[in-house]
Nanobody
Framework: QVQLVESGGDLVQAGGSLRLSCVASGTIFSTNSMGWYRQAPGKQRELVAAITSGGSTNYADSVEGRFTISRDNAKNTMYLQMNNIEPEDTAVYYC???????????????WGQGTQVTVSS
């Protein structure tokens, strides 16, 4: 089985910084694209940032220039460095990974349980 576990969420003041982590564990042959999503109360889940296995990245317009996504393939870990955080960034942040559990299998999407980020103004 594959598990994704996020950590690093916290209560932070506007203008502050946080670093989220997502660790993938279990039976993993390879990990393709990974991404951070967030869901604020009453809103749909949205993509925050994504990164390919080769390191190419893309960001939502709302976080471009403030957030940085990265990954350590050797550790099956993904990070989200959040700087100059705004109250509008308050949400539960989820990580998602496209994982191949064995050669010849189908790549599947796996989700973490989420970590809460709350920004006070």
């Amino acid at each position: 089985q594959v598990q994704l576990v996020e950590s690093g969420g916290d209560l932070v003041q506007a203008g502050g910084s946080l670093r989220l982590s997502c660790v993938a564990s279990g039976t993993i042959f390879s990990t393709n694209s990974m991404g951070w999503y967030r869901q604020a109360p009453g809103k749909q889940r949205e993509l925050v940032a994504a990164i390919t296995s080769g390191g190419s990245t893309n960001y939502a317009d709302s976080v471009e220039g403030r957030f940085t996504i990265s990954r350590d393939n050797a550790k099956n870990t993904m990070y989200l460095q959040m700087n100059n955080i705004e109250p509008e960034d308050t949400a539960v942040y989820y990580c998602k990974a496209q994982i191949l559990v064995r050669f010849g299998a189908t790549t599947l999407d796996y989700w973490g349980q989420g970590t809460q980020v709350t920004v006070s103004s």
